[in-house]
Structure formats: structure tokens, C-alpha cells
């Protein structure tokens, strides 16, 4: 299967500050990104699809101002989460799709003390 | 909208007996179906995907079949393993989509025992 490398795997931070993550497709062409979090009870939302040369398509209760996004090629990605809150927690998942499939990363665990 | 149910929350079973997880959607357009499974700690990797031409999609012994008739995607293994313990999930995405935009299930969390 297609290769997704995301960091960190891990990070803490403050309550109110920020962290950034990244997402790298590793020997291909990622058409789509997708970024989704899963919450601690197991249960996944997506935050925002983005494709390249189109604009990035926030979901409900998700926004550019919280979750800005960079996709500047067809193999890497960022997302920051601002002002981060308990709210925030969990684990984020890229995933970069290719062939009409998904693949995900290993996601970058969030902790917000 | 789009939706999908895996009825069962967990599966306990004994090593070398049979697996079915099951997996029904709703969806106005005729969607891509997925199983992704996630073990301990780690992300959710794909483990099968539906094709559109009725094949029947098989990795590592699992295997299942998209029945259009009864919106169905279940994932069977003839034989459980102890590693074949996880978290399972099914998804699905439309076409216009095309895998990128995936609905999940709420997860069946298997356990093997010896």
C-alpha cells in the first residue's frame, strides 16, 4: 500500500497555544488529502478535504480560523490547530488518497494540558 | 446523507473459528465500501476495498463482497488468528468523492482468545 508519513507522532502542548502537523505522501501523487480526528471514544470526524488547485472544503463545526491548512503539493500538507483546548484532543490522521482509495498516516497525537 | 452501521460494538471468538463483521450503508449513489482495521496505537490501515466490477476483494484472508441488493459490505475470514485482534471499521465513499471523503462505521473492536 501507498506510504503516509505524518509528525510528530506525538505532542503536548498548552492550553491556548498552538502546534502544527504534517503530512508527506511518500512515492506518490496524493490527489486529495483529507485530514480527520479521532476522538478518544474511537469515533471519527473529518475535519477538511483538500485538493490540490481547488479550495479546501472545511466540514461543519471545523474552521480555516481554528484549523488552518497548507497543501502546496501533490505530496505534502500541514495543519495547525490554534488555540488548542481539551476539546482538541486526539489523534489526527491524514490521509492521502490515491487510486480512489484513502490511505492514512500514523497520526499525530495530541495531549492539551 | 451517507451512513454506516456495524451492528456489533465487539466480537469475542476463540482462535480457528470463523469471522463476520458486519457492515450495511445507505447512500443515494452507488459508494466505494472499506474496511480499514486498526490495531492497538497505531493508524487505521486499509485492508480491503470494493471494486465495480463485482470481484470479490481478499488481503491476509479476509474477503468480502458488495451486495448492492441488501447494501451490504461484511468481512469474513474462514479461520480468526490472535493478531486478527482490532479495531475494525467500515466506510464508504461516493463517487464524486472516490475515496477521498470516507463515512465510517462506529467500529467493531474483535477479540481472539486462545
Known amino acids: 500500500g501507498a506510504l503516509v508519513y505524518q509528525y510528530p507522532r506525538r505532542t503536548i502542548c498548552k492550553s491556548g497555544t498552538s502546534m502544527r502537523m504534517e503530512c508527506q505522501a511518500v512515492?506518490?501523487?496524493?490527489?486529495?488529502v483529507a485530514w480527520y480526528r479521532q476522538s478518544p471514544q474511537k469515533t471519527f470526524e473529518l475535519i477538511a478535504l483538500s485538493t490540490v488547485n481547488s479550495a479546501i472544503k472545511y466540514e461543519q463545526n471545523f474552521t480555516q480560523e481554528k484549523f488552518p491548512i497548507s497543501h502546496p503539493n501533490l505530496s505534502f500538507s500541514s495543519m495547525t490547530v490554534l488555540n488548542a483546548y481539551l476539546e482538541d484532543r486526539g489523534l489526527y490522521l491524514c490521509?492521502?488518497?490515491?487510486?480512489?482509495?484513502?490511505?492514512f498516516g500514523a497520526g499525530t497525537r495530541l495531549s492539551v494540558l | 446523507g451517507d451512513s454506516v452501521t456495524q451492528t456489533e460494538g465487539l466480537v469475542t471468538l476463540t482462535e480457528g473459528l470463523p469471522v463476520m463483521l458486519n457492515c450495511t450503508y445507505q447512500s443515494t449513489y452507488s459508494p466505494f465500501l472499506f474496511w480499514y482495521v486498526q490495531h492497538l496505537n497505531e493508524a487505521p490501515k486499509l485492508l480491503l476495498k470494493s471494486f465495480t466490477d463485482n470481484k470479490r476483494p481478499e488481503h491476509q484472508g479476509f474477503h468480502a463482497t458488495l451486495h448492492k441488493s441488501s447494501s451490504s459490505f461484511h468481512l469474513q475470514k474462514s479461520s480468526a488468528q490472535l493478531s486478527d485482534s482490532a479495531l475494525y471499521y467500515c466506510?464508504?465513499?461516493?463517487?464524486?468523492?472516490?475515496?477521498?471523503?470516507?463515512?465510517f462505521g462506529g467500529g467493531t473492536r474483535l477479540t481472539v482468545r486462545p
Open positions: 490521509g492521502a488518497r490515491t487510486k480512489n482509495t484513502l490511505y
Open positions: 512515492g506518490f501523487q496524493a490527489t486529495s
Open positions: 466506510a464508504l465513499s461516493d463517487h464524486n468523492n472516490a475515496g477521498a471523503k470516507l463515512t
